[in-house]
């Protein structure tokens, strides 16, 4: 249902505004969106990815998003699941500069996995990685990468009660479960949909 919602005609932009605003707190004004996003691997024997939802901010600081509503709870799976980010982050990092592109024209890319499991086991409703130096953890190393794991039910942790409300909301897309005027909002965008 996420998907569809964003892929909508005049709907899926306000939405994605909503939920990155609620999420994230970034405010965007335009933003490129393509659903089932496809990378192909770079031969016919490498590996290519599907990214539910790719979000690119047109303008502001070109920050791309994809965001991976996520239920598959296999133990297998999840165990991967640090290498599979990585790897979408590797897919969309190779194909974000053109040719001749210095470095620092990478674009920020945030990775938002939404789980109604917890990928770590440590309760907590958000996971953020960012890479780090272990020898000087406090020194600053900023690479534009980042990956947020929402988890739905997860009770620890620092998170505005309306974006713990978009996650129940998520779980179970009912108008009793949007309570705030921004989540009453994505519930009329979810019902046209519907």
């Known amino acids: ?22 999420l994230l707190h970034v405010e965007m004004y335009r933003v490129h969106i393509v659903p089932q996003k496809v990378y192909y691997g770079s031969d016919t024997d490498k590996h290519g990815t599907r990214l539910d939802v790719f979000i690119e901010e047109d303008g502001g600081t070109g920050t791309i ?18 290498r599979r980010v990585r790897f979408y982050h590797s897919k969309i990092d190779g194909r974000s500069l053109k040719s001749g592109d210095d470095y620092s024209k990478l674009k920020q890319v945030i990775v938002l996995m939404i789980m ?10 958000l996971y ?13 190393y900023d690479d534009g ?13 620092e998170l505005s009660e309306e974006a713990r409300q978009l996650l129940c909301y998520m779980e179970d897309s009912c108008e009793g479960n949007a309570k705030s005027g ?3 909002d994505i ?7 519907r």
Do not use: Q, W
């Open 1 to 22: 249902m996420f998907g569809s919602v964003l892929s909508y005609p005049d709907i899926g932009e306000e939405f994605c505004r909503k939920i990155l605003k609620i």
């Open 65 to 82: 998003y994809d965001v991976e509503p996520d239920k598959n709870d296999d133990s297998e799976l999840k165990h991967a699941l640090p």
């Open 116 to 125: 109604p499991y917890d990928p770590f086991g440590k309760n907590r409703i």
């Open 128 to 140: 953020t990685i960012r890479s780090k130096c272990e020898e000087e953890p406090d020194m600053d």
């Open 145 to 157: 990468a980042a990956t947020c794991f929402f988890y739905t039910k997860g009770k620890i942790g």
């Open 182 to 184: 921004l989540l009453k």
């Open 187 to 193: 519930h009329r965008m979810v019902e046209t949909v």
